[in-house]
């Protein structure tokens, strides 16, 4: 190497220091973390107003978490806090994992999106109203099969986990009953008696007057459904093949399908609107919503999403990224659509997860005593979830302004967390 050349070499060297420099100067440091903490008061101020009894938040972009932590209560009587690493169900944001897993299970070669479902199934799914026509894995990726959750499914999908007297606990949600642990049967066998004529749960509301692909019809049984045919197309169990394929490579080491597969003591305990504590519960359809993790793992999903809407996400190759969050559906396809509710992902969905009307990316969900949204913006490619252990009924308008206040909240400091 030459004398002028090893002086450009040299000057490189002196200037990639300097802008390391630059990028971690104590004043930046100082910044982010005076941002941290300020960020920090005012949600525990949110708290402290009493309507939310635990919470859990994280803020992530591409590159990682920016923040994550815990608010109040995640067990009134023993006064033990809410953290980061607390965990709980997070109701239907779980379906995001069915899509993931779809798409791994069309990258290993085990289905196409667009195979009939029947080609995977041990019994017939067929919609009485159109016997004809065929439910693709597309329709019930998109809640477009025509499969309906009917009042049935509301009144028998959730039980205990243990064996406990219901006579004193109130288990309306309203319309989400939970059952005895004696009414637990399996997952195959609860779909199939759902979804079959004269099966143990079929009643003629189980399904809509649509053709497939047709009516946007949100449904949890469909979902489940779509878990089933994963199984069957891939030979493991969902929560085994969703362990190998999503939790493990992404480190998410406290999160799981049942209580067995996590650390119960870190177990948030869930309450009522009147701040009465609910059983632990799980459901016969636990793919459509039974995901338990903690504010910590699903910084790591969110910001895994956010890099693969942006070519870059290691679950999946970049082509099943995109067509994972590809919109799929036209306007005439719905009945109505919220256009005033910027996080809402049914206005256009992709293969379980979807659009609002103002672009945000990602999934919503609401069971007994747990609220949860997770988004992320597709311009600033930066993200947040919100988990709380309190129902959020409209009986209770307080909790949910605090609610939508510390979503609004954790939007203004994106740009001072980085």
């Given at each position: 190497?030459?004398?002028?050349?090893?002086?450009?070499?040299?000057?490189?060297?002196?200037?990639?220091?300097?802008?390391?420099?630059?990028?971690?100067?104590?004043?930046?440091?100082?910044?982010?973390?005076?941002?941290?903490?300020?960020?920090?008061?005012?949600?525990?101020?949110?708290?402290?107003?009493?309507?939310?009894?635990?919470?859990?938040?994280?803020?992530?972009?591409?590159?990682?978490?920016?923040?994550?932590?815990?608010?109040?209560?995640?067990?009134?009587?023993?006064?033990?806090?809410?953290?980061?690493?607390?965990?709980?169900?997070?109701?239907?944001?779980?379906k995001t994992l069915i899509g993931i897993s779809l798409l791994k299970a069309q990258e290993l070669g085990k289905l196409q999106l667009?195979?009939?479902?029947?080609?995977?199934?041990?019994?017939?799914?067929?919609?009485?109203?159109?016997?004809?026509?065929?439910?693709?894995?597309?329709?019930?990726?998109?809640?477009?099969?025509?499969?309906?959750?009917?009042?049935?499914?509301?009144?028998?999908?959730?039980?205990?986990?243990?064996?406990?007297?219901?006579?004193?606990?109130?288990?309306?949600?309203?319309?989400?009953?939970?059952?005895?642990?004696?009414?637990?049967?399996?997952?195959?066998?609860?779909?199939?008696?759902?979804?079959?004529?004269?099966?143990?749960?079929?009643?003629?509301?189980?399904?809509?007057?649509?053709?497939?692909?047709?009516?946007?019809?949100?449904?949890?049984?469909?979902?489940?459904?779509?878990?089933?045919?994963?199984?069957?197309?891939?030979?493991?169990?969902?929560?085994?093949?969703?362990?190998?394929?999503?939790?493990?490579?992404?480190?998410?080491?406290?999160?799981?399908?049942?209580?067995?597969?996590?650390?119960?003591?870190?177990?948030?305990?869930?309450?009522?609107?009147?701040?009465?504590?609910?059983?632990?519960?799980?459901?016969?359809?636990?793919?459509?919503?039974?995901?338990?993790?903690?504010?910590?793992?699903?910084?790591?999903?969110?910001?895994?999403?956010?890099?693969?809407?942006?070519?870059?996400?290691?679950?999946?190759?970049?082509?099943?990224?995109?067509?994972?969050?590809?919109?799929?559906?036209?306007?005439?396809?719905?009945?109505?659509?919220?256009?005033?509710?910027?996080?809402?992902?049914?206005?256009?969905?992709?293969?379980?997860?979807?659009?609002?009307?103002?672009?945000?990316?990602?999934?919503?969900?609401?069971?007994?005593?747990?609220?949860?949204?997770?988004?992320?913006?597709?311009?600033?490619?930066?993200?947040?979830?919100?988990?709380?252990?309190?129902?959020?009924?409209?009986?209770?308008?307080?909790?949910?302004?605090?609610?939508?206040?510390?979503?609004?909240?954790?939007?203004?400091?994106?740009?001072?967390?980085?």
């Amino acid at each position: 190497m030459n004398k002028t050349a090893i002086l450009y070499f040299l000057f490189g060297l002196l200037t990639v220091s300097c802008n390391q420099k630059k990028s971690t100067t104590p004043e930046n440091k100082t910044e982010a973390l005076t941002a941290k903490d300020s960020l920090t008061a005012k949600l525990d101020s949110i708290q402290k107003n009493g309507n939310i009894i635990g919470f859990g938040v994280a803020m992530v972009n591409e590159d990682g978490v920016l923040y994550e932590k815990g608010f109040g209560f995640s067990n009134i009587e023993t006064k033990e806090k809410y953290t980061k690493n607390t965990v709980q169900h997070i109701a239907s944001v779980s379906k995001t994992l069915i899509g993931i897993s779809l798409l791994k299970a069309q990258e290993l070669g085990k289905l196409q999106l667009d195979d009939p479902v029947n080609n995977y199934l041990p019994f017939k799914v067929t919609n009485p109203n159109r016997p004809k026509e065929t439910i693709t894995i597309r329709h019930l990726a998109t809640h477009t099969s025509g499969i309906n959750d009917s009042e049935i499914y509301m009144n028998t999908s959730w039980y205990l986990t243990e064996n406990q007297d219901l006579s004193s606990i109130r288990t309306d949600y309203p319309a989400q009953q939970l059952n005895p642990n004696s009414s637990k049967v399996p997952m195959e066998e609860y779909v199939r008696g759902y979804l079959e004529e004269n099966g143990a749960y079929y009643n003629n509301n189980n399904y809509i007057v649509f053709d497939p692909g047709e009516r946007y019809n949100y449904s949890n049984i469909g979902a489940t459904l779509c878990a089933l045919v994963i199984e069957k197309a891939t030979g493991k169990p969902f929560d085994v093949f969703t362990k190998e394929h999503i939790l493990k490579p992404l480190g998410m080491n406290a999160s799981g399908w049942s209580l067995e597969a996590i650390d119960v003591s870190k177990h948030s305990r869930l309450y009522r609107n009147d701040y009465s504590v609910l059983p632990f519960y799980s459901a016969m359809t636990y793919p459509d919503g039974m995901f338990i993790s903690s504010p910590t793992d699903m910084a790591k999903y969110l910001a895994e999403l956010i890099k693969g809407y942006a070519g870059k996400g290691t679950l999946l190759s970049k082509e099943s990224y995109s067509e994972l969050l590809t919109e799929q559906l036209q306007e005439d396809n719905f009945e109505h659509r919220n256009t005033s509710n910027p996080y809402n992902g049914d206005y256009s969905p992709a293969l379980f997860i979807g659009y609002s009307a103002k672009g945000y990316v990602g999934h919503s969900g609401g069971d007994a005593g747990v609220g949860t949204w997770m988004y992320f913006d597709t311009d600033k490619k930066t993200g947040r979830y919100i988990v709380i252990n309190t129902d959020m009924g409209n009986d209770n308008r307080a909790k949910e302004l605090e609610y939508y206040a510390i979503w609004d909240l954790m939007n203004t400091y994106f740009d001072k967390l980085k």
